[in-house]
């Protein structure tokens, strides 16, 4: 009996990340031997959630890494949003800081738009403005949403064509599905279908796809019978599951159903290490890039 033998490439984003470092501290110390500005990046923390200060710990050790300045700033959960306003105006005029963010998610009696909003776009190294979501059809952004530039970085990096593909997107949110599926178009020439909430049947549409993006945040939301035979697989969702089963008590959970999945895929990102990473590779390059144009 033939068995069938599925191989599938795994999408290191660690490693795409760790490349990408790399070019960025050649840029780093060219400028420093220059005598130029070196990169500072801020981030505004609100409260102490678990998972929002590991991904910022992330950031700083990235920041260290990579030979650029930055600043933590911590506020309790208690602030109001118009003191938020203010802080964000400080930094916004702050000579220094080429580029901050505040992690999210923020505590529900302040506006996430109205923060987002209150950020100059162009000191917005998350890509999060509506002016940077519009930039993804401009001919010469400055900055981009940056886990949508992370995932279409690592397709490129991968040399996974778009052109001309069926791409599926699961997940329309404002921050990475949307902006995602624009990139795709705009940039990847692909035909892009966005499913969300309201999308009766995902199934119909995923099955189709020859590159299927996952953007949820529903552990297993994407079984095996929901991907065609031979597919790229980009897992984004990234749920923090807790149980004692777990070291640290904790694990990140992808949408993807990895064991089961892989076993159809072509190429497939595992959660942790895949498109996470490229989220801070690309915070990373987006500084870089705001440092350069205000400081040439
Ligand atoms: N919370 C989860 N992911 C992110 C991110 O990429 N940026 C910010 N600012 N907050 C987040």
Request: proline share 11%.
């Given at each position: 009996m033939a068995t069938e033998t599925t191989t599938y490439t795994l999408i290191d984003g660690k490693k795409v990340a760790a490349q990408i470092k790399s070019e960025i501290v050649e840029t780093v110390n060219k400028r420093k031997a220059e005598g130029k500005k070196l990169p500072h990046l801020a981030i505004i923390l609100v409260g102490d959630d678990g998972a929002s200060q590991t991904y910022v710990a992330h950031k700083v050790k990235a920041c260290k890494e990579v030979g650029f300045h930055y600043t933590m700033m911590r506020f309790a959960d208690t602030i109001s949003q118009e003191k938020l306003m203010k802080h964000i105006d400080h930094v916004n005029n702050d000579d220094d800081v080429d580029g901050f963010i505040v992690q999210l998610p923020l505590p529900d009696h302040i506006s996430v738009e109205k923060i987002t909003e209150k950020i100059r776009p162009d000191k917005d190294v998350d890509g999060f403005t509506n002016h940077n979501f519009g930039s993804i059809v401009s001919k010469n952004p400055l900055i981009m949403p940056a886990t949508p530039f992370g995932v279409m970085e690592l397709l490129r990096r991968y040399n996974i064509e778009t052109e001309g593909k069926y791409v599926v997107v699961v997940g329309a949110s404002r921050l990475t599905g949307a902006p995602l599926s624009m990139m795709l178009t705009e940039q990847g020439h692909a035909t892009v279908t966005i499913c969300h909430k309201y999308t009766q049947d995902i199934k119909k549409y995923t099955t189709h796809a020859d590159i299927l993006i996952s953007a949820v945040?529903?552990?297993?939301?994407?079984?095996?019978?929901m991907v065609k035979e031979g597919a790229v697989v980009i897992d984004i969702g990234t749920t923090r599951v807790e149980g004692p089963q777990f070291k640290n008590g904790f694990a990140l959970k992808g949408d993807v159903d990895f064991n089961a999945v892989s076993a159809k895929a072509s190429f497939i990102t595992p959660v942790p290490g895949g498109v996470g990473p490229m989220t801070i590779a690309s915070l990373l390059l987006n500084t870089l890039r705001a440092t350069e144009s205000r400081n040439p």
């Open positions: 945040g529903k552990p297993g939301l994407i079984t095996a019978d």
